[in-house]
């Protein structure tokens, strides 16, 4: 089946990089742009950027430019996320996300199981 | 670029309809028919459950379904059932920079 899988938890002191892997299997891979979006505790969803796997082009949110790196390996099916300079506010859980098939690529219709990312001194 | 706008909460009794909107601006939901709604249950991932304004993904029940005037969405439940009850963000294609935007949050509660 399709399915995105999430690489683990992580603590990170302010001013470190993360960077969160999304493991995709039961399609082709690059078939489909991959949506990163997050949630901070008790907040909504927002949306990071996305990464066109087959081209590698990526499309970033104006609050992440300079911020955030998307990259991907084929070879493996898998999406990247890096994160720099975290600050407490970017405490959150963060997911991979896979364009739906058939119309435009704006919905997300699988997504990762979510990598909590706590930012703490 | 601002979240879409979306009622806090609304809430129906089982069998009920319930309606839930979305407003945005001519830069996103009243230039293009590229809404999304998400459901989301706590502790769980997102699901997809309307995309490109009216269109329900496979798995999906037909009573979820989703239109649009002008610059607001909105998606309705038919024969609200106990399962239904989570939170559903609408999301957006947005002309701006940013090419994706998402709407506040909309707590379901089912009496």
């Known amino acids: 089946q399709v399915q995105l899988v999430q690489s683990g938890a992580e603590v990170k002191k302010p001013g470190a990089s993360v960077k969160v892997s999304c493991k995709a299997s039961?399609?082709?891979?690059?078939?489909?742009?991959m949506h990163w979006v997050r949630q901070a505790p008790g907040q909504g969803l927002e949306w990071m950027g996305w990464i066109n796997p087959n081209s590698g082009g990526t499309k970033y949110a104006q609050k992440f430019q300079g911020w955030v790196t998307m990259t991907r390996d084929t070879s493996i099916s898998t999406a990247y996320m890096d994160l720099n300079n975290l600050n407490s506010d970017d405490t959150a859980v963060y997911y991979c996300a896979r364009s739906q098939p058939g119309g435009s690529p704006y919905g997300m219709d699988v997504w990762g199981q979510g990598t909590t990312v706590t930012v703490s001194s | 670029q601002s979240a879409l706008t979306q009622p806090a909460s609304v809430s129906g009794s089982p069998g009920q309809s319930i309606t839930i909107s979305c407003t945005g601006t001519s830069s996103d939901i009243g230039g293009y028919n590229y809404v999304s709604w998400y459901q989301q249950h706590p502790g769980k991932a997102p699901r997809l459950m309307i995309y490109?304004?009216?269109n329900r993904p496979s798995g999906v029940s037909n009573r979820f379904s989703g239109s649009k005037s002008g610059n607001t969405a909105s998606l309705t439940i038919s024969g609200l059932q106990a399962e239904d009850e989570a939170e559903y963000y609408c999301s957006s294609y947005t002309i701006t920079i940013t090419r994706v935007v998402f709407g506040t949050g909309t707590k379901v509660t089912v009496l």
């Open positions: 490109d304004v009216s």
């Open positions: 039961g399609y082709t891979f690059t078939d489909y742009y």
